[in-house]
């Protein structure tokens, strides 16, 4: 059974490090790429950034000076990286699968961050 | 960046089509398939897959909903619209990175 599911803090003070982790299971991510995306209350969707299967990055480019995705896959996790944080970067933080041309299939539920003092 | 349009809002009465419009500043065909997605989302919910490439149903979603288009401008359908159809839908590029447009509410009248 498919599932991911993303862990964190849900409270960053500004200017600090956002720590993301995101564990998947019944698949692996050396077959799978893996997406961030965030979407801030009542706003759209916004990509942040994908590691591929092989372990390459790519970043939206708003985002690129911030961001570092990683994986660890033999724990099966994929772990997200921003600095630098503002009150703006308040948002529910998903991670999600993708299989080869076909979106994004499996996402998970789903972290709240709040960006606050 | 590959920008998406959609308009922000749609209503509809139950057992009618609704009709979403995406339209991209570039191409995002490549070698025959559109690199084109939609999403449903439902508030408190993670977005859900409809439609890949354009065209083609995603795994368990009704045939209610198809997909079509090509090039920049694209199109999403639901027929006959449920009571339950009612959420945001996003469609999503993935010829260059990946981008979403800005969502497409679905309301009853």
């Known amino acids: 059974q498919v599932q991911l599911k993303e862990s964190g803090p849900g409270l960053v003070q500004p200017s600090q490090t956002l720590s993301l982790t995101c564990t998947v299971a019944g698949f692996s991510l050396t077959s799978y790429n893996v997406h961030w995306v965030r979407q801030p209350p009542g706003k759209g969707l916004e990509w942040m950034g994908v590691?591929?299967?092989?372990?390459?990055?790519r970043y939206n480019s708003a985002l690129k000076s911030r961001l570092s995705i990683s994986k660890d896959t033999s724990k099966s996790q994929v772990f997200l990286k921003m600095n630098s944080l503002q009150t703006e970067d308040t948002a529910t933080y998903y991670c999600a699968r993708e299989s080869p041309r076909t979106g994004s299939d499996y996402w998970g539920q789903g972290v709240m961050v709040t960006v606050s003092s | 960046d590959i920008v998406l349009t959609q308009s922000p809002a749609l209503a509809v009465s139950l057992g009618q089509r609704a009709t979403i419009s995406c339209k991209t500043n570039?191409?995002?065909?490549?070698?025959?398939?559109?690199?084109m997605h939609w999403y449903q989302q439902k508030p408190g919910q993670q977005p859900k897959l409809l439609i890949y490439?354009?065209?083609n149903l995603a795994s368990g979603i009704p045939a209610r909903f198809s997909g079509r288009g090509s090039g920049t401008d694209f199109t999403l359908t639901i027929d006959p619209v449920e009571a339950d159809d009612t959420a945001t839908y996003y469609c999503?590029?993935?010829?260059?990175?990946?981008?979403f447009g800005g969502g497409t509410k679905l309301e009853l009248k």
């Open positions: 570039q191409n995002v065909d490549y070698y025959g398939n559109s690199y």
């Open positions: 490439l354009a065209s």
């Open positions: 590691i591929w299967n092989t372990g390459g990055t």
């Open positions: 999503q590029q993935s010829r260059n990175l990946r981008t």
